[in-house]
C-alpha cells in the first residue's frame, strides 16, 4: 500500500492547515488510516487515527479539540484538518495505515504496516 502525504508549510501560530493522505482503492476499507508526526529530537508521536471499522476517531490529547479527520472516498483521501496551530505542532506529519481497528492497538506505531513519506509544518510563532 503506497501512502502519499501532502500539504504541509509553514503558517503561523492560530493558522490553519490541512494535511492530505491518498492512499490505493479499496484501502478504507481494510485499514485504519491515521496520523503520527515527529518533531526534531524527538520520537515519532500519535495523532489521531480513523477505525476503518467502526469509523471512530481518537486524538492525541495535544491536539483534541484543534484537530479533525476527514475522508473524501472518491479521492482516496484522508485529510487530517488542523486548526489553532502552536509552535509546538511544528514537525514531519506521517500518514500511516493499519489493518487494527482499537484505540488500544492504534495508538501505537509499531501496528502500522504502511507509511507515507512524510509532510513537514512549521508553525512560527
Known amino acids: 500500500v503506497q501512502l502519499q502525504a501532502s500539504g504541509g508549510g509553514l503558517v503561523q501560530a492560530g493558522d490553519s492547515l490541512r494535511l492530505s493522505c491518498t492512499a490505493p482503492e479499496r484501502t478504507f476499507g481494510i485499514y485504519s488510516m491515521g496520523w503520527f508526526r515527529q518533531a526534531p529530537g524527538k520520537e515519532r508521536e500519535f495523532v489521531g487515527v480513523?477505525?476503518?471499522?467502526?469509523?471512530?476517531?481518537w486524538f492525541a490529547d495535544s491536539v483534541k479539540g484543534r484537530f479533525t479527520i476527514s475522508r473524501d472516498n472518491a479521492r482516496n483521501t484522508v485529510y487530517l484538518e488542523m486548526s489553532s496551530l502552536k509552535p509546538e505542532d511544528t514537525a514531519l506529519y506521517y500518514c500511516?495505515?493499519?489493518?487494527?481497528?482499537?484505540?488500544?492497538?492504534?495508538?501505537?506505531?509499531?501496528?502500522?504496516?504502511?507509511w507515507g513519506q512524510g509532510t513537514l509544518v512549521t508553525v512560527s510563532s
Open positions: 500511516a495505515a493499519s489493518p487494527y481497528y482499537s484505540f488500544s492497538d492504534l495508538s501505537s506505531r509499531g501496528k502500522y504496516d504502511f
Open positions: 480513523r477505525s476503518y471499522r467502526s469509523g471512530r476517531i
